[in-house]
Every structure is written in structure tokens, then in C-alpha cells.
């Protein structure tokens, strides 16, 4: 059973179009982010949820819409796809109390 | 603002020899700092986390210390072994706002 799963794992696209990536988690889980590695394998946060209401935007471009229809999932939808977006995007989420985080697989992205 | 920064940014063993890892943070106002490993093309793994008040956590061959008051914590691998290459992200958990602020990793070569 995969903790916190992320679809697809590997997305390429043509720069201007839009994608979605999803994940969810089944940790019980109250806060769950996202994050982006770019190529210099470099992780910092974008966005993150508690319990389906936004806590943090870290001055991400309004391209990138995340949204959480329950505190299981948090998707995130990228509209007008731009060569700088290319990188892998990581789900996570973390444990109350403890915040322990837990990371899924990653989504790599290539825009072309 | 918290920076986070791994020393050495790689590191080549042979296996059997002991492994020292450093991360050091500018901003000791922490929750938490959790230890990661990530393999190539694959998500995070949670080795360890240490709480604020706590000064080292163990598992297995696994030891991390952390001197909040320094801003630093080492990961000690014992008995190195060739399975142990990986990269080993360290990241620091603020103390107001829930996001992890990661350093740039280290990546570990274990040599048979």
C-alpha cells in the first residue's frame, strides 16, 4: 500500500498546454504540499494544505492552481506550460504533532 | 530567512568506512530537521527526524545529533555498504509555519 501517491510519473508536454497532476494520500493525514526539484536537484515547497484550506503559497506563479477536494488529495494544475516549468514535482504529506513528512515517487515533468 | 547548506556536496567511500554527514541551518528557531534519502529518479525516503528539544536519534546503523543552538546536525552511517549510495537531503522544519527548507544534498558513493 503506497502512502502517498502521485499520478503520472512521468509527463511530457508541448510549452503552452496545460496538465494536471494528482495525488493522494492514505496516512490519515491533515496538511499535504507540494514541492518542486528543478534540475540542480534543489527541492522548495509551492504550496501546502491543511485540511483542504491553503496555509502556504510561496510566491509560485498563478499558473499553478493546486487544489484539494478533501484532505486526501491535493492535485495541481499548471495552465500555459513554459519551458522553466520542466522539473519533478513531489507530493507529500505530514503527520500532526510529529510532521513527519512522507514524499511520493514524484512526477517528472518535461516541457518541450 | 532559512538556509540550509550540506556539506560535502558528494562523497566517495570504500565500504566499511564509517560515514559523516553535515547539514548546517542559519535560523535556529526549528521544529523539527528530518534526514532523507533519495535514489536516482525516485522519491524521498524519511530516515530520521529529531525533534527540537531532542539531541540525537538512532536507527539501525543510523545516528543523527543536532546542536540547535550551532544550527547543525551530522548523520553518521556506520559500516558503510554499497546499498548506502544514495543522495541524503537534510531539511529543517520552522518553527511558525509547517514547510520543510531543505538543504542541497549530499550525494554518497559506496565502493565495494
Known amino acids: 500500500d503506497t502512502a502517498v501517491s502521485q499520478t503520472p510519473k512521468y509527463l511530457v508536454t508541448q510549452m503552452g498546454n496545460d496538465k494536471s497532476i494528482k495525488c493522494e494520500q492514505n496516512l490519515g493525514h491533515d496538511t499535504m504540499y507540494w514541492y518542486k526539484q528543478d534540475s540542480k536537484k534543489f527541492l522548495k515547497i509551492m504550496f501546502s494544505?491543511?485540511?483542504?484550506?491553503?496555509?502556504i503559497n510561496e510566491t509560485v506563479p498563478n499558473r499553478f492552481s493546486p487544489k484539494s477536494p478533501d484532505k486526501a488529495h491535493l492535485n495541481l494544475h499548471i495552465n500555459s506550460l513554459e519551458l522553466g516549468d520542466s522539473a519533478v514535482y513531489f507530493c507529500?504529506?505530514?503527520?500532526?504533532?510529529?510532521?513527519?513528512?512522507?514524499f511520493g515517487a514524484g512526477t517528472r515533468l518535461s516541457v518541450l | 530567512k532559512q538556509e540550509v547548506t550540506q556539506i560535502p556536496a558528494a562523497l566517495s567511500v570504500p565500504e566499511g568506512e564509517n560515514l559523516v554527514l553535515n547539514c548546517s541551518f542559519t535560523?535556529?528557531?526549528?521544529?523539527?530537521l528530518q534526514w532523507f534519502r533519495q535514489d536516482p529518479g525516485k522519491g524521498l525516503t524519511s530516515l530520521l527526524l529529531i525533534q527540537s528539544s531532542q539531541r540525537e536519534q538512532t536507527s539501525g546503523r543510523l545516528n543523527a545529533s543536532l546542536d540547535k543552538s550551532s544550527g547543525r546536525s551530522t548523520l553518521y552511517i556506520a559500516a558503510s555498504q554499497p546499498g548506502d549510495s544514495a543522495t541524503y537531503l537534510c531539511?529543517?522544519?520552522?518553527?511558525?509555519?509547517?514547510?520543510?527548507?531543505f538543504g542541497g544534498g549530499t550525494r554518497v558513493l559506496v565502493k565495494p
Open positions: 507529500a504529506s505530514s503527520q500532526e504533532g510529529t510532521r513527519r513528512a512522507y
Open positions: 531539511a529543517v522544519n520552522k518553527a511558525a509555519g509547517n514547510k520543510l527548507t
Open positions: 494544505y491543511n485540511n483542504k484550506e491553503l496555509i
Open positions: 535560523d535556529s528557531a526549528i521544529y523539527n
